[in-house]
């Protein structure tokens, strides 16, 4: 009986480069972007008073641990969310500051 040899190789990337994620962490990472997207829609189409925790795992098809897994309540969504936003707004103002130096000013004044 012949038993197959399997190897694996790896290729060293640059010093400082990040490994290629994983399928489990890409997965975890889709999750928790559609769990963001879901919750958004929603707090646009209902309210964020009038959405509930129940209704975003319903539209997502997983349940209520699930959710928790990723986030501890849906003001953790919301926030998460907010912060993505304004370092979006930081960076863009940044790279308009060091792109355009007559509107160092401009930046400054606006965060």
């Known amino acids: 009986m012949a038993s197959a040899l399997v190897t694996r190789t790896t290729t060293a990337g640059k010093v400082g480069e990040q490994p290629e994620a994983g399928l489990r962490q890409r997965k ?39 959710f928790f897994r990723y986030f501890p309540s849906k003001d953790a969504v919301l926030r998460e969310v907010g912060e993505r936003g304004y370092a979006v707004s930081a960076s863009a103002c940044a790279w308009n500051c060091r792109t355009r130096q007559g509107r160092r000013s401009a930046c400054a004044d606006s965060t």
Do not use: N
């Not at 997207?37 to 699930?66: A, C, M, N, W």
């Open 28 to 66: 975890k990472a889709r999750l928790r972007q559609q769990i963001i997207g879901t919750s958004i829609k929603l707090f646009r189409r209902h309210g964020y008073d009038d959405t509930r925790i129940d209704d975003i795992v319903q539209v997502l098809e997983i349940s209520q641990p699930t």
